[in-house]
């Protein structure tokens, strides 16, 4: 079964707007991190924004906000007010603490922004 | 701090030849992880590091094999290089810790012809 699942493989989006990417994920561990990484078009790998189990509010780092549902085992990642400089690939990954610490990443999702 | 290094860039390798990648990072971070990005898909984990002297097969280990004898470098053999192996290889470490987001190197890009 899939860790990490990311249902949408590409997105539009115009300028300016919000953005949610959606990442659902499967886990019996109780102590797990959620990540989000961008991946431009250059290569490199960049760390957003992670969401541990136990963290009681949602994460944000500047425009990036983590919308995480425990219940619904959801870690949606939101770009707010979205840029050109956005557009990437961004791919949504766990860390189970208890497991085994391998870090597993989703399919990923690529952002298109519009101007 | 030069972070996560990684050399070489780019190689080009002839099926059945053999090469090491290697990956240096100056953070004392005890978690290093090596992971393979194909065309168009997301990173898939091929053996990890949680401290010097110890390592774990990850989802697509076979091909490889890795060797973790200091903190700073965790290197990344290829032996009897197969097409199916081309890609770009990622390496990646992580602060001790619980929860917390990884440095990646900037990537090598491998062929195999």
């Known amino acids: 079964a899939q860790k990490i699942t990311q249902t949408q493989p590409g997105m539009f989006v115009q300028e300016k707007e919000a953005v949610t990417l959606d990442c659902t994920y499967d886990t019996s561990d109780p102590s797990y991190g959620l990540f989000w990484y961008k991946q431009p078009s250059s290569g ?10 136990y963290d009681q509010q949602n994460a944000t780092e500047g425009r990036y906000s983590l919308n995480f549902q425990k219940a619904r085992k959801s870690a ?10 956005d557009s990437a690939m961004y791919f949504c990954a766990m ?20 101007p | 701090n030069a972070g996560v290094t990684q050399t070489p860039k780019f190689r080009i390798l002839k ?17 290093m992880y090596w992971y393979r990005q194909d065309p168009g898909m997301g990173l898939k984990l091929i053996y990890y590091s949680v401290g010097a002297g ?4 990850g989802e697509v280990p076979n091909g490889y094999n890795v060797s973790r004898s200091t903190t700073e470098d965790f290197p ?8 199916s192996q081309t890609s770009v290889y990622f390496c990646a470490s992580v ?11 900037p990537g090598t890009r491998l062929t195999v012809t």
Do not use: W
């Open chain 2, 76 to 83: 990344l053999r290829l032996e009897l290089a197969a097409p």
């Open chain 1, 95 to 114: 860390r189970e603490m208890n497991r085994d610490d391998k870090i597993i990443f989703g399919k990923g999702t690529r952002l298109h922004i519009l």
């Open chain 1, 76 to 85: 949606n990642l939101v770009i707010s007010a979205s840029q050109l400089g």
């Open chain 1, 44 to 53: 490199e790998m960049i760390f957003l924004i992670y969401q541990g189990s």
């Open chain 2, 54 to 57: 110890i390592t774990d097969k």
């Open chain 2, 15 to 31: 099926i059945g030849q053999s090469m090491t990648l290697q990956c240096t990072q100056d953070m004392n971070h005890n978690y």
């Open chain 2, 95 to 105: 602060q001790n810790g619980p929860l917390n987001g990884q440095y990646f190197g």
